[in-house]
């Protein structure tokens, strides 16, 4: 795995560039990101490129055999370009033009966008798709970051209507997917339609979900026009776009189509911050973040393109969660073999150095702005020296899938029907659970390849197409299904035959009511055991023959098996999946760790990664580490706080 | 009492219908609303109407001897209306016009639009007007739901400002009776009046008012003007139009004055979960809603028309609220005899099947989507048949009137004074109060005839005009007055000779300062018992020679006592409330019931109705009820969860 | 002392005004604010002045003795205005004009809005400059009340680029000094500069900071072509504007430069409804008010021109806070000796009678609207006689100055870093912690002469100049400095040598790194003592070869002295701050008091004030009182509630 840095070489007197490569060099860092917010500089008049600082900048890295990523300046369209083209503003649901005075103002539908998009990207690839020390692009920067994948513009609206046509073919099938009869909104024409916004009460669900799945291929495109230039003018490159965490605006699986190399930005503490994590978890991860939460994304993102990198990772303090504390001493290298454990790529730390100036000056780098060392750099240095010795190891393939689909995310914010039924809330519930149990997870798209696992979990799969369900009932996995599991037809209806609509095929039940319950409102479960578990925010009445695993206190069924196929009606907590993943894996012989709350496992090619995400030591036999201090390659059978240990399995 | 249901006959297959109509004969239900979103299929092109379907669903209905309600499908004009006349859309505070894609999208006072209103509506009823199977017409649905009552549109400001010349006939009087001196307000012609949106900080509150009033006098003559075609063209027929709960944007009262049935839409659980009950409660009545909130309303709208029945009632699951519970078993046919005992004319389930598609898709019906009976349909037919047995009862008169108007409730929506004094709060406050002594409650206009009860509670009683104090002096009744009772003038301005105003005429006393108080700082006061309760948000220092019956701990009267009229300084809790009350009914010789919490009482000709809102058993005789179970005509001694019992009064 | 109020005779019928005049003189006041909401009356239609009910107004306060303070009518131009010349109106941040219908919709940057204000200026001071009668006059009113400082319109965008062209010169500067370069904002000329809304994410702090500072500009420049105006008509009286609580979106000091009397309107009860206190304080001072909220302002005033006063004193509960109490018995007498305590020249009570109509009609006055004295007219009587008796005391120079400027809170506001990190709210405890030890303290801007004081305490010095700089270092005062001091230039970037920056030359120190907490993440410190203190919200990681007076857990240092400058790298709670005052006051042997809590002290000449903020008695002795009761020359060693006692130091 390398290490390497973003660095912005316009932000700093041209005299300092040298020492800063050479500095790079010496911690052992062999990547650099740089130019995705540089366009102002490269033309600052429109048509008037000034390349001559960028040659110099390439030219002073790959002199200390730096390997550069250059990123696409589309991310920050320059005020002339603006002012010249203001159809290029995304607009917000008010109707309102996203103004200029940040970043990331364009709308994806305008073509006048795109052609410019085209043309710099044209211009850049031109300029260095064949220059030795560029080894990888960057398209724009993180899609769809402050809410910018939704855009209202007539721009947006026409392009809707055209992807409707194309869908659909007539106003009549489009009125029949969508139920318009209800409500009399049927359209006689597909130039009757509007972008779902500034409606009186809620908007036809299929119409919402339309527009998000459209917005989402306006991405793609975006991407891909970038790509296939990017393709043309500079071959062997290998293509990248940094997606970020906790977000699902678009479907990252298909832009990773396009993509070499799927990358993240990784701010731990950061989002630890802002996610709704209780406030007892959010003070005792302060300032190591939590154990699972980009564990979760690396995983989602390793199964967006062949290959997954962090192009960001956070090294201290940041500047734009409500609270951004310092990492404690060893937190970054722990998050840096975090990404190891789970296969990446590369890890690049954002950024080399604080920027005293702008909207970021409070965001840690390497570097301080007084060009000393931050604490993070003595770390980045301790784990290039250390890597250097680990040598290559593969990520296998893991036992487990998680199967998330942003379509299925996107049914499930368009209409919750429970207030706090968050897609990506129950996904990582149930990658927690499997992970405290020592297991490794495939985070993957529903689409991909699922022969070979033992255990595929599925805690979103609202809407499975046909093609979906015939792959599911050939599994030789197990599969684990949670309540709302084909609860939808493709177009948002629901299924003929009721819930769980096709996947009746695999499981011979069908969901007759379900109801929502408020947080205050926990549901107690009884388990084969006697034991009492919990349950939370959903549950639901079936009609089957078979009889139920588990029982809430009324003696409707909790958990129900079929074969292979095992299908939950509620959601839940942590003490009532644990026992359900305890009995599979039991009955699958999928090894499994009672791991302490605080320290995790992963694999890689033979090696075992073992992190200590607590303030506390703990034992790394207790991840099943062996006890002799000999058999590791890195730590040893004591983990201190932010403590690493690497053995070989034998 | 009748039972029905709302049915979507263009939302199935004509090929179901028949079964549909079959299967509704057979549960026992004789009432069936339909047609009021169906716009788009009966004009799906502007001026080609499409009568053949709905003649034969009409048909198929009157096959069954199923009576019909017609809806006039003003709520839903189809997109082809909105693209040819923008200027129906409502405008928003912002000026923003409120788009085409849900429902409810019409200014009330678009011109436009009451053609249109006029013209849909006489086409229904010129076609359907003399049909023997239309009994009833609802007209439109839900005024003001998604709060669709007030608009900001140029016609509304047109409008707006005729009204006020109507009402103040010139601008000084307008400007004296708002106060326009103060701040420099002051008009030089009615053209100069804006609509109250828009300024720095609170507007004028008597422009507020008027605006508020104006807004609901639209309202009024929109539904007038269907009810006139609707009288003219289909005579006969009984008028309704379906309210809703927790709504007060219009006055219910006037639009009542030309309605025959005043319909409700009757959603227990879905308004318990959005209403600002405490979480305890919303818990513990989670699946079976609250026992006074439903019927607060049944006493309502009872008070607004010759008759009142509930249009739309809850079956199961909704889909609206931020959680949906499915309704315990049996808790639909309480609901049912919730309503009986307040002397609903008719019940109505909505609706039949549950739709799978569009907004509504997961709000239950009495079908399930696959057409099986969902749990209610049992419910609905086991009512059917227990209330053919029952016979015909009217609802008398009851000892006690609560009096609420919809122009006192505006008057506190628009200065609170004090951020939780909620004029709809404090009525179901004093509501709960009287029903948890086993009494029955009319909720009437100060309009109302007030003769013949025994006590008048008046919890928002801001502003009687000359006329209701004459009338309220020559009261019989008791009259027990909360604070702020005949603090404004109609203009919105405080009395001369300081509250209660008018209300002095009864009353020796003066309110010579107020004071709103946090939630966290309640009153104690002593009762003349000594006993210590609660008052809270609200405190009054009043001039008087009387003594005060009961004082806070400053020593500050708190119950004032003038012959037959009683006034609250401060707004009582439960335990101070429910003391005032005992003594009053005592002294009254009014008969009151000290009933379990979760258990209500109400009274129906000479059938005496025992619900049990509680997971847990009852004892009907906790009711009063008998003892000897030969005497009910319907369950028993023992009321089991939700139990409904009925005996006859000897 | 004079006591005051403020008087609408527009509002009551002429033939009242010479009876309240009367009354006023009666109760001993002695000054009379007037006409500044009246430009309807005085010029009801465009150039037609109407002068002759003020001219009576005006001749029969004097005809009681009573000095007018006149007030131009400019925060409320009249309808005919706003629709003759609607560029007049503010617009809010996403370009909304704010419309007529309250006050102050005006745009501070408006060319026609600025001649309109002279030009009605110009017209009073013509007709009233020389009146005997007139001695003061007022300014607009408030402001920026209402968040109407900042203004998004065409004329504030121009009048913003001719600011930045002043101050940046050209357009690299700008760019420079912003770091444009970032995010490719850079501009090619001024007009490309927006104002700073409606971009994606946050703006560069820089933009935003200087749009606070210009629109900071506009109001300063605004009040200074009135009072221009009036020093020119008018000589002699001394000129004065009404300033708020709470409130700092324009800079005080500069405004106070043009002005003889800073005035402010003090709302005790209401600003302590509307504060961020916990709950239990606010239960705690229901009706009394906080005892350092009003202390605080009224310094702060005090350090804004050469007199300070207050304009408007709260007389009884208001109408404009969520919850709005009635004071208890005593409490306006205690408020007006606390204003005392503090050097006001004046206390006006607004309003003289409550107005029954209009937006403010619960807001209490002198006179309840019947005319009636209300409680607080006999505390106004007992306060004027008592101060007739006392004679007159000057204010003297404290030992202790707080220096608190706007634009550090302004530099707060933009990037607050951690979210609950107010400039305002710090600057509060520490006052708080200094008036609790029984000390005056005189809260200065940091262009104020320092001279003289032994501890100046500066909670929020983000940027000083080099100026300020060489002044700090020049004092013989103990200087005490919380974190984020000198952390950021006056262009809004990090120095160069890391913060303290330039204070770097008092203190050797480096902050090498901060973060921000929760607030549910306290940080414990350790003392010399070995007690264990609270810290919140913030902590700094220091290079320096400084040993910590104090350290957290992790052994950072909390508290560093160099000499006579003391630095804090945390935000102390009560408990820390008050262990470092004690030692600091102790060194530098100022006396101090351990007050109760309740209990506050103050000086004025040899006077020394105590009042007791609770509901329970005090001894004054506590607060350094004699036991003597002789020695009073008001009150005597115990206090009752809401207690006042005032005795010569000798």
Redesign the interface.
Known sequence: MRLGVCY?P??WPQSEWRNDARRMADIGLSLVRIGE?????IE??PGQFEWDWMDEAIETLASENLSVILGT?TA?????LI?QSPDIL?VDR????????????YCFSSSTYRSESQRITRAMAERYGQHDAITHWQTDNEYG????VLSYSDQALQRFREWLRDRYGTIQVLNDA???????????DFS?V?L????????????SLDFRRFSSDMVVEFNREQVNILRDLSPGRAVTHNFMGYFTDFDHHTVGTDLDIATWDAYPLGFL?MSPRP?DE??QW?RTGHPDLMAFHHDLYHGCAPKWGIMEQQP??V??A?????PNPGIVRLWTYEAFGHGATFVNYFRWR?????????H?GLL???S?D??AAGEARACAEELSRLGGHERGRADVALIFDYDDKWFLDV?P???EYNGLIVAMEAYSGLRTLGLDVDVVSSRADLSGYKLVVAPTLMSPDAALVTRLSQLDATLLLWPRAGSKTT????????PPGPLQELLPL?V???????P??PVEITMPSGSKVSAKLW?E?VETDLEPLAADERGYGAWYQAGNVHYLTTWPEDDFLREILLTLTSTLEIETIDLPKDVRLSRRGDLRITLNFSEQEASTEAAGGPSDPERYVLGGPTLGPAGVAIWKAT
Chains 1, 2, 3 share one sequence.
């Not at 008010?94 to 103002?105: D, K, M, P």
């Not at 779902?196 to 119409?207: K, Y």
């Not at 177009?491 to 009721?498: F, G």
């Not at 007759?512 to 408020?518: G, I, K, N, T, Y």
């Open positions: 912005y316009e932000h917010f540089s366009w102002s500089r600052p008049n300046p920050t369209p320059p005020k002339w002012d995304a008010h109707g309102r033009a996203r103004a200029f005075g940040s970043r990331r103002h970051c402050h809410n910018t969508w139920g318009n009869v209800f409500w009399s909104m049927e359209y006689r009757e509007d779902p916004t500034g409606a009186v009460t809620e908007l036809n669900p299929s119409h911050d406030r959010k003070r302060l201290g303090p500047n734009w409500p609270h951004n504390p310092a604080q920027a005293p100036f702008a909207q970021e000056q409070m840690a301080r702005p007084d000393e931050a604490p209409q029907q429970g207030r177009s948002y209806q629901i299924p003929k035959t009721l069908k007759a009511r379900v109801e929502s319950l408020p205050a409102c549950f009445e």
